[in-house]
Structure formats: structure tokens, C-alpha cells
DNA sequence: CCCGGCGATACCTCAGCGGTATCAATGCGG
DNA sequence: CCGCATTGATACCGCTGAGGTATCGCCGGG
């Protein structure tokens, strides 16, 4: 199988459309249809069910769309790591989720620096679920990623540090003096709903409660007292002061862990690695 | 990038030789040596050092080699997955090391085969170290391996079982009768040395002691007075009689996991894995 | 019943892959 | 120092197959 037709395949296995699909990919409809077509014979199976008003995937063509895009994104971290290596520049790329971090990023990377034989560091924030994608086609080398929120799948990962969780409200709410509190307290105060992450997709799972991208969004809406929210111990140091801060100690434990694709294994990959269990 | 690229460098970087590689692949020299000048222009990339005696990998082209080969057996994996999900029979492939799983595997296979849904399960017992191949280029659903002599990099694992280590000497060893022993006594017996286990790459390591593939294998030699061994206790089961058998509480615990590729969570596999970790 | 949308087919062109013949550089034996 | 063998690169050619345009066949909606 080239990646080619993998490349093709997986456009019309999103769209579901073959027009579409060739628009996307910069070509024209019938050779689209073509490859496909001859991608299903070489294979001998079936990938997908057209009427002449609907395409539909098989069973065996979802199982390519899975496999396949990760294949795709091998194939483009391989393409993308050979170029940084050539560079000659080694420098590692550390992707985690804006403002949730705390102070530990700030501690990992200046004790790095300490180091002797150690690298220039890029720091990417990006929004939640992004790095894992950017962790799996090369564009990032390491990860701090945040247990159970994050999925560790298919990653090599050391545990950094573990905190309980705290419930944030409005200031002034009842329950903002109380010296601790029980999930069952929070998770179904009347007003205040569970905030909405978006998924591995971008999309949001439905129900009440705001959607939120980050941080800050998520902080403005609980002030307005729109929301509320359970977060670990750490995001404290970031948070607006006008909020209540309350202990939860039957919420579950998050685990910050440091997180790396499971073949390039480059000595300053390493080196940060053992800095960062260290600390 | 191509796979009919990434597989035509992947074979001149392992040969480090254009006309046995281009044999290899099965094509004449030149349009390989075309094949891979255009991938260093396409890349802006130097992959090789080529005099006219003799070919060498730079440091980008072994960063490709490496992600190549993990990107090839990721389009491997899916090609083939494919195909096992398009025959419409289910049925799950199980891979682990002849000889070395004990009764846990026949335990598990009863526990799965009383599911209600269930479906076949091939097992293929393989030499060491075949697994991790087996399990990445979508041969095998899921394995059984053995912490810290297996790397389980890039799968997802679950822990089944913990057991202490053994010492296994010949009979009439003057050892043999003692109630334990420690590391420190068994490394280094005059005469009676550790085997050496194949490799990833099949070659073994230098050292003195004797080469083997299999339990079997072992444990002739060591009924022969030529070798003895460190063996999870599991392996009593499966050893001569007139082997002396000693336990040594200091030696690093085994831990069997199961283990499955990070995608792929067919529900019969997810079935099977909930069944292992009830056992 | 006609129209519009969609995937498949027919047919053409040309990029590029692979083959053969050959060159150029280099190490080696005499 | 000179053939000679080895090895990767280049020249050139034929043909496969990828992509384009035009068009068909099918089907649902007005």
C-alpha cells in the first residue's frame, strides 16, 4: 500500500464524499474514484458502501481509517524528524496544555538548562488534546500530559508528580468556606454546571455547562458565577483572586507525567528525561 | 513520502550496499540509486555518504531509518488488519515466547473460551523477542510478555501476574540442596555459566556461555553440567526432573503483562483483556 | 417527468518508474 | 604505475499508470 492511496482513502472515508474528498486533496473526482476502486481490489475487500446518494464505511474500512491515519502520521513524524535532524540544531520540542502546568514546567526547564550537555528547548501551549497529535506526527518531541484527563496510548511516560484536586466556585458561594468538600457536593450544584472540554476532535460532548477552551475562559465564567469546577492543587497559582478555592479529597489524583513517542530515543531526549524524573 | 521510497532507503540503509539492496528489492541498481537521490533532494535532506568504495548512514538518514521502519510496519499493520476485519471471522491472535507463560495462558484461554462472547483465538508460540515485531507489523492481536526482559515500548499493557525467580542448577550440584540463594552466588559459577539469549536483530551478545533459543534448549545444557539459569518460578513446571530447582528471593520479580497496540480496540479484544487482568 | 447531484466509465496525455548500457571514481594486485 | 574489478551515478528508452476532461447511469426531489 503507498501512501497515496491511504492519503486519498482516509479523505473519503472523513467526508464521505468523493467530490468533496478530490477538492480537499487537489485533484479531480475521477481519479479519486479510480484509486479507491483499485485500493479495494489489491486489497480484496470492501472499504466502502456507495449508493449513487451516500457513501458509508464497512466495518473492514473503518478498521483502515483507524489504522491508516496512524500509519499517516508515522510516515510524516518519520518525514519531520529526519528534517529537524539534519539541521544539524538538535533543540527538543516540549508541547503541554497552556496554563496547566504550574510551576513545575518552570523548575523541569531551568533545571534542564543546568545541565551539562543540554539542548535548546521549544515550549508549545496548545489546547488540550492537540498534544497528543502533535506527539505523534513529529512535531513535538516530549509532552507533560495530566492523568486521567490525558491518554498516555501508545506513548513511553515517567510519572513527575502527583496532586489531589481542588473545587473552584465564586467567591461568596455557600460552600466557599467549608474546609473541604465531597465530589457528590460538586458535581451537581444547582447554577453552577461542570464545565465542557472539548474532545480529541474539537468537538463538545453534549449536556448543560459552558464550553471552555482554557484556563482563563474557564475562570471568567466561574467570577460570573456561571460555572464551577474541579482542578488540581497546581492551577491554584493561577487563578483569579476573587475565587474560592475548597479541597476535594475524594476526587481523583492527577498525575503529571512526562511523555515521549516510543522510538527516538536522541541522547537530549534522554538528558531531559532523567532531569525531569529527578526533580 | 512514498512507502515504495521509505522501503527502498530502509533496504540501502540496512545493506549499506546500492546493488544488494537494489537485490534485495528486487530491482536493477540504477533506479534505486535515482530512488533515493530524489528522496534526499525531495527532503533537502543528505541521508547517505556515499565514496565509491562504501556507503554509511548520517545522522539524519539513521533517524530515518529508524522512524522508517516503525512507519512501515505501521502501514503494514493496517494493510493487513484490514484484510482480517474484511473475512468477517473475528478471532483474535494471541503471540508469546514457547514455553515461558506456564499455566496462565491455558487459564486465561478456558476464562476467555466461557465468555459469552468470545470468539477464536489463535495462539502463536514464537522464539524471544519475535513479539514486539509480530504485535507492531499487525500479525498478532495481543501478547503475553515478560517485564523486564521484554520492552513493552508503544504498547498499552496490563499487569497479570507477579512471581519470584529461581535459580536452576544440574542435579548433585553442591547448591542443590540449599534453601535459597543470592544473585551474587549464581552469576558466577566456575563452569556453569548464564545462557545468552537472541537479540531483537536474532545475533547474540559476546560472552562466554552457551547460545540458546528455547526453554528446551536451556535446559539440556543445564542437565549436561554446561550452563545454569535465573527462570521465573512459573518455569518449574516445564523443566527436566533431574533439575535442581532453588529459589533466589534477591533476583528482579518477573511481571507477565498483557499487551495490545495502542489502536485497535476491537471489542473482542477488549473482551479478552478484561478477562486477563479477572484472573 | 425533468432536473440536479453524485459516483463510475471512457479516453487521452504525460510524468515518472524501471530496464539496459555505460561512465567515473576508487581501491588493489602485479 | 598501470590495468582491472567493483560500485555508485548518468544517459537514454519504453511503458505503466496517475491525472485530466467529457460523459454516462442512477436516483431523489420538485
Redesign the pocket.
Known amino acids: 500500500m503507498e501512501t497515496?492511496e491511504l492519503r486519498y482513502f482516509v479523505a473519503v472515508a472523513e467526508e464521505l464524499?468523493?467530490?468533496r474528498a478530490a477538492q480537499r486533496l487537489g485533484?479531480?473526482?475521477?481519479?479519486l474514484?479510480?484509486?479507491?476502486?483499485?485500493l479495494e481490489r489489491r486489497l480484496g475487500v470492501l472499504l466502502l458502501t456507495?449508493?449513487?446518494?451516500a457513501?458509508a464505511l464497512t466495518e473492514a474500512g473503518s478498521v483502515l481509517l483507524r489504522e491508516g491515519r496512524a500509519a499517516l502520521d508515522a510516515v510524516e513524524a518519520a518525514e519531520r524528524r529526519t528534517r529537524r535532524a539534519a539541521t544539524g540544531r538538535p533543540g527538543l520540542v516540549l508541547v503541554t496544555k497552556a496554563g496547566a502546568v504550574g510551576e513545575l514546567l518552570a523548575k523541569l526547564l531551568d533545571a534542564y538548562a543546568a545541565e551539562p550537555d543540554s539542548v535548546a528547548v521549544e515550549v508549545i501551549l496548545c489546547g488540550i488534546a492537540e498534544q497528543e497529535r502533535l506527539l505523534r506526527d513529529g512535531r513535538a518531541d516530549v509532552a507533560l500530559l495530566h492523568l486521567p484527563y490525558d491518554s498516555t496510548t501508545g506513548f513511553d511516560t515517567e510519572e513527575l508528580h502527583a496532586e489531589g484536586q481542588v473545587a473552584v466556585l465564586p467567591a461568596g458561594h455557600p460552600f466557599a468556606n467549608r474546609a473541604e468538600l465531597r465530589m457528590a457536593d460538586v458535581t451537581d450544584l444547582p447554577g453552577l454546571p461542570q464545565p465542557r472540554w472539548p474532545r480529541q476532535d474539537g468537538t463538545y460532548a453534549d449536556g448543560p455547562g459552558p464550553q471552555v477552551r482554557d484556563l482563563a475562559q474557564l475562570c471568567q465564567l466561574i467570577a460570573l458565577g456561571r460555572a464551577s469546577a474541579i482542578l488540581p492543587e497546581s492551577c491554584r497559582a493561577q487563578l483569579l483572586h476573587d475565587l474560592a478555592v475548597v479541597p476535594v479529597p475524594d476526587a481523583p489524583t492527577v498525575t503529571t507525567v512526562i511523555a515521549w513517542p516510543p522510538h527516538s530515543r536522541s541522547l537530549a531526549l534522554a538528558s531531559l528525561i532523567r532531569t525531569a524524573t529527578r526533580l
Chains 1, 2 share one sequence.
Open positions: 497515496r464524499h468523493f467530490g485533484i479531480a473526482q475521477p481519479p474514484s479510480r484509486a479507491i476502486l483499485q456507495r449508493t449513487s446518494r457513501v
